[in-house]
């Protein structure tokens, strides 16, 4: 899940950058970034999640 | 807004510019402080000495390798070509700053991209103390200064690929606390929580910090830094002229009183007493948020970017700890990244005084974001995650009951110090 979560964040960034170097200017842009955005908040929650668990399990 | 050209700065703003940068080890001093503060008496000597070593092997590794990573704009830089333009990445400098030319505006540069170094490097201290041995801090600031910062540093200050597609950071919000802040985030994250911080059902218990008056002397401290770090920084890397140095210090200065204000009330509401710690923390938000924009919004959207930041805090150490699980002992992860993100994002709706009014910027702020989010955070967990594998990180159980002041110094900070039972964890 950790490895999961970190491959989602790097992912939304590289969907970051392909939207600024492939689309023009303007809201297709512009909601291409905000869905990476999200993405990156899904892949963030995830390595949160799975380090919540891994300190349950140490426990 | 573009980046001063070596050379391009009058006399007297050299002057200015250096003066303001000599102000900025006060900022370390006082997260220092706050960090020592914050953690319990018995690590109290080994988390100032653990400052002043990080501080050391920040400035070793950024003029080995760090200041040519980072570079500045109009020096030489490698960078990719794709969909038709360039994206320049990184510093094409010669090593152990040979090719700054001392005199200009880039040898001011290295200088403050010195001490911006070793700031960020203090901010993981926070969150790792009363358990991160002295050893492991000081390989992994080895790590953040030579690699992370320098790389973010070039994308924001160095004529990088944020600077070109205009992403606005004047005092480091992004590329010194934020990057620290992540840092942080890690390294709570690879240590784990402090023995006896959280019982069998994960409900944390609260380990107060041992000395107050150090944390709340530690903001004042950070104060003075913080007016040398967004005004040096506003200068040199945003083509801020000399005499808006005053109205950043008042925009600095009115995010963090009401920064302040707003965990006073809000903990006063909320708990029937004000919290003197989360009021430090933010004070210190206060400061970090204002770094992204010091320079282009006005005094009232300084106190907006303030209030906001203070509130900020105060929920995100309590979801971070009640919720995550995140041990932070100093607040470091709320108050740097979190409220350093929420600097950088506000850039985009308060920037009243840019030049043009960029109806974009808020894009460009957001792309700011991404990149730490998706880029600096794996990137520090795992050269974090790699050192640990090779060294653990963490100290051993001995050295946590015992206090590191004796365990790895030798030495405590207040040897007539009386002991109380309470004070240590549960066996």
């Keep these: 899940m950790k490895l999961m979560g970190f491959l989602l964040l790097v992912a939304g960034w590289t969907l970051v950058l392909a939207a600024l170097a492939l689309l023009p200017s303007g809201p297709s842009q512009v909601s291409f970034v905000l869905m990476a955005l999200g993405i990156e908040a899904l892949g963030l929650t995830l390595v949160f999640r799975s380090h919540l668990a891994l300190g349950r399990d140490r426990k | ?38 953690g319990r008496f018995r690590n109290a000597a080994h988390s100032m000495a653990s400052a002043l070593c990080v501080v050391a092997v920040a400035a070793g590794a950024y003029f080995f390798v760090g200041a040519a990573w980072q570079g500045y704009a109009g020096q030489p830089a490698y960078a990719l070509r794709a969909a ?31 001490a911006g170094a070793g700031l960020a490097a203090i901010i993981p201290l926070g969150s790792g103390a009363d358990r ?77 910090g041992h000395n107050a008056v150090l944390v709340l002397l530690g903001c004042f401290l950070a104060w003075l830094g913080w007016l040398g770090l967004n005004g040096a920084g506003a200068i040199l890397f945003t083509g801020t002229e000399v005499t808006r ?105 308060l920037a009243a005084l840019l030049p043009g009014g960029r109806p974009g910027q808020w894009l460009g702020q957001l792309v700011g974001v991404a990149s730490l989010l998706g880029f600096v955070l794996p990137l520090t967990y ?29 030495a405590g900070a207040y040897p007539d110090f009386l002991t109380h039972n309470d004070d240590f964890w549960q066996r």
């Design chain 2, 382 to 410: 795992g050269l974090n995650w790699l050192l640990n594998r090779l060294s653990r990180q963490r100290v051993a159980i001995e050295g946590e009951r015992q206090g590191l002041d004796l365990y790895e110094l030798g």
């Design chain 2, 245 to 349: 140095a005053v109205l950043i210090a008042v925009n600095t200065t009115l995010a963090a009183s009401s920064a302040a204000l707003a965990v006073a009330a809000i903990t006063r509401a909320r708990f029937g007493k004000t919290d003197a710690s989360l009021c430090a923390n933010g004070w210190v938000a206060g400061l970090v948020a204002a770094s992204a924009g010091c320079a282009v919004i006005r005094p009232a959207g300084a106190v907006i970017v303030g209030l906001i930041a203070g509130a900020l805090v105060v929920y995100s150490v309590e979801w971070l700890e009640l919720h995550l699980g995140v041990d932070d002992p100093g607040g470091s992860v709320s108050v740097h990244a979190v409220a350093g993100m929420w600097g950088l994002i506000a850039v985009g709706p």
């Design chain 2, 84 to 114: 038709g333009r360039d994206w320049n990445w990184i510093g094409a400098g010669r090593f152990f700053l040979r090719g700054v030319e001392f005199g200009g505006a880039s040898s001011l540069a290295a200088l403050f991209g010195l």
């Design chain 2, 132 to 208: 991160w041995r002295l050893g492991s801090s000081c390989a992994s600031t080895a790590l953040l200064a030579a690699v992370t910062y320098p790389l973010f540093a070039h994308w924001v200050w160095g004529g990088g690929w944020l600077a070109q597609i205009g992403f606005l950071d004047s005092g480091g919000a992004s590329a010194i606390q934020a990057v620290g802040g992540l840092t942080a985030l890690s390294i709570t994250w690879i240590l784990g929580p402090r023995r006896g911080k959280f019982n069998s059902e994960g409900m944390p218990s609260a380990l107060p």
């Design chain 2, 1 to 38: 807004m573009t980046p001063v050209s070596p050379g391009e700065l009058s006399e007297s703003g050299f002057a200015i510019c250096f003066i303001l940068i000599l102000l900025i080890p006060c900022s370390a001093a006082g997260l220092a402080l706050i960090n020592a503060g914050l």
